[in-house]
């Protein structure tokens, strides 16, 4: 992978397609191998790769592309997936009908409760009383972080919902994260867990047309 030019194409980047589904779903799922969050809910065993994998293309190919918005370089290895304001209300029966295997598969029976604590917990904390975009994930693919990928697609998005008027809002489970997002003018609005035993997690908020610092 060219990680420059992985860079270079994040500053303007293309509305990814159904035709772009199986490289983000790996770049999402290579991207989030290491994650607290993941890691606490995901199962433990010799599954535990491929059952990400499921889960990520069960997440971008049942909700992601057909209600939100992708941004990507126009070679891949990174992704934005961004959601509306609208899509946060109850989930249709179906769709809950249509998720669980892959639930269940990412999480095993064991580790399932985790799963849903972690859902309930996001949705207590995220603000409900105004539009905005929500960064429901951004991912690196691993050969392309550290050389402002990331950085490139918030500023692309920045300026997008600068223009729009439209606030944003985030959740991160990384201090390393929360320092970048405050570069691009998100504030931290609240620190939370899902459990006692849980990974803390930061819930975030940008207001448009704030200055940033990076």
Known sequence: ?????????AETPVLAGPADLDEMVQTLTDAFAVDPHLDWF?????????????????????EGLPKGRIDRPAGGGAAAVWMPFEWLGP????????????????????RFGRLMAIRADLDKHHPMDRPHAYLWF??????AQGRGVGSALLRAANARHDAAGLPAYLETGTTRNVALYERHGYKVISEHKARADAPNMWSMWREPGVSTTD
Request: glycine share 8%; hydrophobic share 50%.
């Open 138 to 143: 951004l991912g690196v693919s691993p050969a």
């Open 42 to 62: 995901m199962r433990a065993d010799s599954k535990r790769d491929a059952a990400r994998h499921a889960f990520f293309r069960m997440l971008i190919g049942l």
């Open 91 to 110: 989930t249709p029966l179906i769709t809950e009908l249509r998720g669980l295997p892959s639930m269940l598969s990412a999480s095993g029976l064991a």
């Open 1 to 9: 992978m060219d990680a420059e030019a992985v860079r270079r194409d």
